[in-house]
Each structure stands twice: as structure tokens, then as C-alpha cells.
């Protein structure tokens, strides 16, 4: 009970010290002074004056949101006395192998800056500036020779160092257990079994109401969608973050999608956010960075090509573009077992006084990157919007598909869920594959990395980022790609060999999310 109540002093101390440094801070403490003028408010009640005063004009609904969306992004207390590290990560094999990956990187980042003699950042001539600005709107049409440019890793690399993660304080001669003798997963970390997973995504019961599901056995599909419309558009009335996060459990209707996303992730556009857009699109401008050509390599062989995104390839320059100069994006290494890379002025090296994180957000792009923004593009058609909303499923989600670490949602723990599932519930098929040399992780690691972006149509893929948002959690990831493997199990067992087993599951765009995961908890799983 004792330490309960210290872990929640500590929550709302850290949560307090945040917000002191927020905009909407000081817009209260704004309002506070305001509101001592009016005659209503007496000096023997100002306390519940001023509180009253608060509830009244909605900034108590909004400070409750901003508490609400810290708690979804806030790691779980840990003792007071413990490193800042333990927060980042709290098992040192994990930091280790996260630590030796980053160098593998910037190895790679710093031998193309070498061969290629290009800087890793550089002001750009006032002609070359005044022509970035005039074609800003229209990057797509540009085509600079990226032909001696490469990703820095693509997915499959990540995959390889996951593979060789192991824990020291198994020896080698210890019994392996058979789960993790026949999963490519080596580590012992816990993960949910499906009665588990039925309790944590209870609301994507067979007797529950979901939007992406075209029968119910209940409710007709038109007037169960009525009526969830008409209780989020009163969600939206509310303006309540939590109460947006648990009705999109069902799915959010296409029209409201865009609001909810933004509510739930405590996005207003305030007028001072679009001054913060404009002037990352400056240093964009002035400032001419080594990711700038990774980043247009990636849009040119993702998105480019995907017949859904195509279109979007302008905004997706000026998001990620926007995005590497955002030092914003730094706050959320204190939670993220990576560590931002360092770069030194020439002729400094080694002397922190000289360093500077590169890029200004600390993430250097990979193959595939710019998928994590494509879809969004269908929600959201201002720029500064779209950034916004983009930043904050990052630095609350997506950055946990590409580093090393155990925490539930993260990469490794969503590849561990994902085998234990097939080899516990579709063993025959799971022992099949790998006779034959297809790992089933080998196929599943490119969607869940994407989480499934560029794979799934992108009416379903929105349908399943709804439940992202509204579970906080990405462990729904590993539960469809495991879905997606018992779906086709009749196929992939008449497989012989990986490429066979691959091109049976090279095309999603025609898959149905809910059902598939209705299907797979509630129905056929006992």
C-alpha cells in the first residue's frame, strides 16, 4: 500500500514537473489571472472559485487530457534511487545490444558520408534556397540522382540482431524450453497467451459491436454503425480523451476518425504550433542534411510505388523532412532504450562541448520509414496537422518497432508473442514451416517493423490503428500476423520452401482485419 502511494507521488510530481514546461501551462495560468477579475470571484473561495471557474470554461477538461495522454506515454515508476537508464531499459543485455546496434548504423551512415564526400549537414547557397522554398509544394516532381545513396538497414538486417539477442544468465548448457528452442526469439521474456489477450481486447468479443465487421449475429450492421456514430460524435462534443480511447476499441467511423485520432493524442492545433511547423520548414530550407537524401531515397522506393500513397509523396517529403530537424522528438529518448547519435564540429571529436545530436531528432531513417506516415496522409490535409499527429504516434508507438528493448510493445516482445502464439495454437503448422527452412518470423517481421502499413488495404490498416490508439498498445501487431498465418494454414502446409510459403503471403490488400482477429481469439482458439 505504502509503495503504491510513493509510485503515485512520484507520477504526479514527474507528471507536474512536465507540464510546468507545456504551452497550456501557462495558458492556465493565463486564465487564472483573468478569471481574479471577475466579481463572482471572492477572496475567502478563491481555491474552489477559480476551480469552478476552470470546469466551466473547459480548461479543466483540457488539463485532464493533457494528465491523461502523459499517464499513455508515461513509463511504469521505478525506485526512486534507480539510474536514468533503468528507465530507458531496465535489462542491461537489452542496452548492450541496443547500444552495439546503434554503432552498426552509424557505421553505416558515416562509411556512405565518407564514400560518397558528401557532409552530414551543410548551409545551402541563398539560390539553392530560394528554390527549394518555390518547389516546397511540389518536391515529388523533383528527381535527384539518389543512385549511389542507400539505406542505412532495412528490416531484415534488424531482424538478423534480433535473432542473435541473448540473455547471459542462460548458459549454454542450460535445457532450453521448446518454446524457445524452436522460435527464432532466443530471450525469456514474458508475453500473454490468448486467455490473456481475450481479457486485455475483451471489446473485439464475438457479442460486441465492431466497425470493419459486415455481419453480426446481434445487430444489423447499419444500425449498430447509426448508433456508433451518433455517441462519437457526443465523445467529440465531450472533448474527453479517455472516453475517445475506449469507444474507438469498436472502430472509428470514417468521418469522426480524424478528430478522434487527434483528441486521444491531445492534438489542438493552436496557432503557436503552426509558427513551430513553419520554422522547422525554415531550418528545411537553410539547411541541407545527409538524411534529407535517405529520406527522399525512401519515399522513391515505398511509397512511390504503393498504388494507395502515390499521391501523398509531397507531403510525405515535407512531414519527414520536417520531422529530422524536430528537436522536440528528443524528450522521448528518456523512455526509449535507444540513445540519439552524436556528431562533433571538425577537428573536435571526442569533445562534448562540441557534439551535437544527428539528426536535430536523434532517428536516422531506415527502409520503410515513411510508411509510418503514408496512411495518415488519408486522415489529415493540413501539413502542420498531419506533423503533428505523425510526431505523436511516433514518439508513442512507432519508435518501439525499430529498437531494442522489453518492453511489451516493443519489437522484440512483439516477434516473442508472435511465434509463442503459432507454436502453442497451430503447432502443426509452425513445426511444418520450420522443417522447410520458412521461419514463420521471417515472413511476419516486415509487417509488424511497418505495423502493417503498405501491406493491408488502407480502410483495414485505419481499422487497426484504431485499436493501437485505443488499447495503447501494439501487441494487437503480433496477434493479426498470427491471424494472417492460421487464415492461409491450409496453404502454407502444402508449402515446400520459403519462397513458396512468401508468395502465398505476399498479397494482404484483400484481408479483412476484424474478422480475422475475432476469429482468431474468440472462435477457433479454445
Known amino acids: 500500500m505504502l509503495q503504491e502511494e510513493s509510485d503515485l507521488s512520484l507520477i504526479i510530481a514527474q507528471i507536474v514537473q512536465k507540464l510546468k514546461g507545456s504551452n497550456l501551462y501557462a495558458q492556465l495560468e493565463r486564465q487564472a489571472w483573468a478569471c481574479?477579475?471577475?466579481?463572482?470571484?471572492?477572496?475567502?473561495?478563491?481555491?474552489?472559485?477559480?476551480?469552478?471557474?476552470?470546469?466551466?470554461?473547459?480548461?479543466?477538461?483540457?488539463?485532464?487530457?493533457?494528465?491523461?495522454?502523459?499517464?499513455?506515454?508515461?513509463?511504469?515508476?521505478?525506485?526512486?534511487?534507480?539510474?536514468?537508464?533503468?528507465?530507458?531499459?531496465?535489462?542491461?543485455?537489452?542496452?548492450?545490444?541496443?547500444?552495439?546496434?546503434?554503432?552498426?548504423?552509424?557505421?553505416?551512415?558515416?562509411?556512405?558520408?565518407?564514400?560518397?564526400?558528401?557532409?552530414?549537414?551543410?548551409?545551402?547557397?541563398?539560390?539553392?534556397?530560394?528554390?527549394?522554398?518555390?518547389?516546397?509544394?511540389?518536391?515529388?516532381?523533383?528527381?535527384?540522382?539518389?543512385?549511389?545513396?542507400?539505406?542505412?538497414?532495412?528490416?531484415?538486417?534488424?531482424?538478423?540482431?534480433?535473432?542473435?539477442?541473448?540473455?547471459?544468465?542462460?548458459?549454454?548448457?542450460?535445457?532450453?524450453?521448446?518454446?524457445?528452442?524452436?522460435?527464432l526469439i532466443q530471450v525469456p521474456l514474458k508475453v500473454k497467451d490468448i486467455p490473456?489477450?481475450?481479457?486485455?481486447?475483451?471489446?473485439?468479443?464475438?457479442?460486441?459491436?465492431?466497425?470493419?465487421?459486415?455481419?453480426?449475429?446481434?445487430?444489423?450492421?447499419?444500425?449498430?454503425?447509426?448508433?456508433?456514430?451518433?455517441?462519437?460524435?457526443?465523445?467529440?462534443?465531450?472533448?474527453?480523451?479517455?472516453?475517445?480511447?475506449?469507444?474507438?476499441?469498436?472502430?472509428?467511423p470514417t468521418a469522426l476518425r480524424a478528430e478522434l485520432w487527434a483528441l486521444i493524442l491531445n492534438i489542438s492545433s493552436q496557432p503557436e504550433d503552426i509558427l513551430y511547423y513553419e520554422q522547422l520548414k525554415t531550418n528545411v530550407i537553410q539547411h541541407d542534411l545527409l538524411v534529407d537524401s535517405l529520406i527522399y531515397k525512401d519515399v522513391k522506393l515505398t511509397a512511390s510505388n504503393d498504388d494507395y500513397y502515390f499521391v501523398f509523396e509531397d507531403y510525405l517529403y515535407q512531414v519527414l523532412l520536417c520531422f529530422s530537424r524536430d528537436t522536440s522528438v528528443l524528450g522521448h529518448f528518456a523512455y526509449n532504450s535507444a540513445s540519439p547519435p552524436k556528431s562533433y564540429i571538425r577537428g573536435k571529436l571526442g569533445l562534448e562541448e562540441y557534439a551535437v545530436f544527428y539528426p536535430p531528432n536523434g532517428v536516422i531513417p531506415f527502409h520503410g520509414f515513411s510508411m509510418y506516415v503514408a496512411p495518415l496522409c488519408f486522415l489529415y490535409h493540413e501539413p502542420y496537422k498531419l506533423y503533428q499527429i505523425f510526431r505523436e504516434m511516433y514518439v508513442r508507438f512507432f519508435f518501439r518497432l525499430h529498437s531494442i528493448s522489453s518492453h511489451p510493445s516493443g519489437i522484440v516482445s512483439l516477434c516473442l508473442l508472435f511465434e509463442t502464439l503459432l507454436q502453442t495454437y497451430l503447432p502443426q503448422l509452425f513445426y511444418h514451416l520450420r522443417e522447410i527452412g520458412a521461419q514463420?518470423?521471417?515472413?511476419s517481421f516486415k509487417w509488424m517493423v511497418r505495423a502493417f502499413s503498405g501491406y493491408l488495404a488502407t480502410d483495414q490498416l485505419l481499422l487497426l490503428w484504431d485499436r493501437i490508439l485505443g488499447y495503447n498498445s501494439l501487441e494487437i501487431l503480433a496477434v493479426l500476423a498470427a491471424a494472417v498465418f492460421a487464415f492461409r494454414a491450409v496453404n502454407l502446409m502444402e508449402v515446400t520452401s520459403l519462397a513458396a510459403a512468401e508468395a502465398v503471403l505476399a498479397d494482404l490488400s484483400t484481408l479483412k482485419v476484424m474478422p480475422l482477429l475475432q476469429i482468431f481469439l474468440f472462435a477457433t482458439i479454445t
Not at 440 to 443: G, M, Q
Open 440 to 443: 514463420p518470423l521471417r515472413i
Open 36 to 183: 481574479l477579475q471577475r466579481p463572482e470571484i471572492r477572496l475567502e473561495s478563491l481555491k474552489e472559485d477559480i476551480k469552478e471557474f476552470f470546469k466551466v470554461s473547459g480548461w479543466e477538461k483540457k488539463l485532464q487530457n493533457a494528465v491523461y495522454s502523459e499517464l499513455n506515454v508515461f513509463p511504469l515508476p521505478s525506485h526512486p534511487s534507480a539510474p536514468p537508464e533503468h528507465l530507458k531499459e531496465p535489462l542491461v543485455y537489452m542496452r548492450k545490444a541496443q547500444g552495439s546496434w546503434e554503432k552498426r548504423i552509424l557505421k553505416s551512415l558515416n562509411s556512405m558520408c565518407t564514400e560518397l564526400s558528401i557532409p552530414l549537414a551543410r548551409k545551402r547557397p541563398v539560390g539553392e534556397q530560394k528554390e527549394l522554398l518555390n518547389k516546397w509544394n511540389e518536391m515529388g516532381t523533383d528527381e535527384p540522382d539518389l543512385s549511389l545513396f542507400r539505406p542505412v538497414y532495412a528490416p531484415k538486417d534488424f531482424l538478423e540482431v534480433l535473432i542473435n539477442l541473448r540473455n547471459p544468465n542462460y548458459e549454454n548448457g542450460d535445457s532450453l524450453s521448446f518454446r524457445t528452442h524452436l522460435g
Open 196 to 252: 490473456e489477450l481475450k481479457e486485455c481486447f475483451v471489446e473485439l468479443g464475438l457479442s460486441t459491436g465492431q466497425l470493419g465487421i459486415d455481419d453480426s449475429t446481434q445487430v444489423p450492421p447499419e444500425l449498430f454503425e447509426n448508433e456508433h456514430v451518433r455517441i462519437g460524435q457526443k465523445v467529440l462534443a465531450q472533448q474527453d480523451s479517455a472516453a475517445a480511447q475506449q469507444y474507438i476499441r469498436q472502430g472509428s
